[in-house]
């Protein structure tokens, strides 16, 4: 959940049409996880990542097409972007399997504290300056993650240390999309489509379970998972270029609204108060994390003319 600033100037209408482009494509993210919590209980995460994967990718192929197959394979340190697609590929298959077992609200507590994992990190493997105030937000979200993980037996069950598992992957996937900056969006997600295609087929082979029988109906819904997938993505890409991250990035919260509400709506799950607790105080150390980034690049930047 995190975001290179857009550029500086913008019209009140970019940033009007940024902020509901953002939102709705939160709202995309939040059906990919109804649907996914829904299509588990039927499919294996192996076999849904496979077809989901597969449709992403031919919806795509013009775009592929008219970049030219070359440029998005031939491209600089390929073992950095093998190892980005391998993390968002555990990353994805982790939250399924998490959400086929617990809430959605409980779920998605767990992912909105993979910036804090970020900036934790950053400083040993990027080299980057964090002050005393961002460790100390730092420390009030891993406080979060514990108090909504309610440490006890119960707790460290199979699914919610897949959870913890998966987002940190994602967390380190962000990182490394920190180094691959100058890439073009197109080939990351190339590179993200075909990582998580090759890992779910590895995962459909050593499923003893075997591949579960498929309608034209269960085709189409689990290809409709992959392309509400792409297409929030795309949401979220496309409103970054018409907004300042600073205005936008923070909405990405509305993941966990939409997660009670849907939580509730399809599956009748009531988020526990600790972790009502736990994602308020993720939350806060995120924003304070991310403010005080935006806050710091305004200060070094060099000054206009």
């Not at 598992?165 to 967390?171: E, K, L, N, R, Y």
């Not at 709506?265 to 105080?281: E, H, K, N, S």
């Amino acid at each position: 959940m995190t975001a290179e600033t857009a550029p500086l100037a913008h019209s009140s209408n970019d940033v009007r049409n940024g902020v509901l482009i953002m939102l709705l494509g939160m709202l995309m993210f939040s059906l990919n996880d109804v649907m996914g919590k829904w299509l588990v209980s039927t499919y294996s995460v192996p076999q849904l990542m496979t077809i989901r994967s597969v449709a992403a990718l031919i919806v795509l192929t013009p775009f592929f097409i008219k970049r030219g197959w070359r440029s998005l394979i031939q491209v600089d340190r390929p073992w950095l972007h093998a190892l980005r697609s391998l993390l968002f590929a555990v990353d994805a298959s982790a939250f399924y399997f998490a959400v086929a077992y617990m809430p959605l609200a409980d779920a998605m507590t767990y992912w909105l504290a993979a910036p804090i994992y970020v900036a934790a990190a950053s400083p040993f493997l990027l080299g980057e300056k964090v002050g005393w105030r961002r460790w100390t937000a730092i420390l009030i979200g891993f406080a979060g993650v514990i108090v909504a993980l309610e440490p006890s037996s119960k707790s460290f069950s199979l699914p919610a240390l897949i959870a913890l598992v998966g987002s940190a992957a994602f967390a380190f996937a962000l990182l490394l999309g920190r180094t691959l900056r100058s890439t073009p969006d197109t080939t990351l997600i190339f590179w993200q489509l075909s990582g998580a295609l090759i890992f779910s087929l590895v995962g459909v082979g050593a499923n003893t379970a075997g591949w579960a029988p498929l309608d034209l109906e269960a085709v189409a819904c689990l290809s409709l998972l992959g392309i509400v997938a792409m297409l929030a993505h795309i949401l979220v890409s496309r409103s970054l270029k018409l907004a300042d991250a600073a205005t936008v990035v923070p909405l990405q919260y509305t993941l966990l609204f939409w997660a009670v509400v849907f939580g509730w709506m399809f599956f009748g799950d009531t988020p526990r108060w600790t972790v009502i607790v736990g994602a308020a105080l993720i939350i806060a150390s995120g924003l304070f994390i991310f403010f005080r980034e935006q806050q710091l690049k305004r200060r070094s930047a060099p000054a206009q003319a």
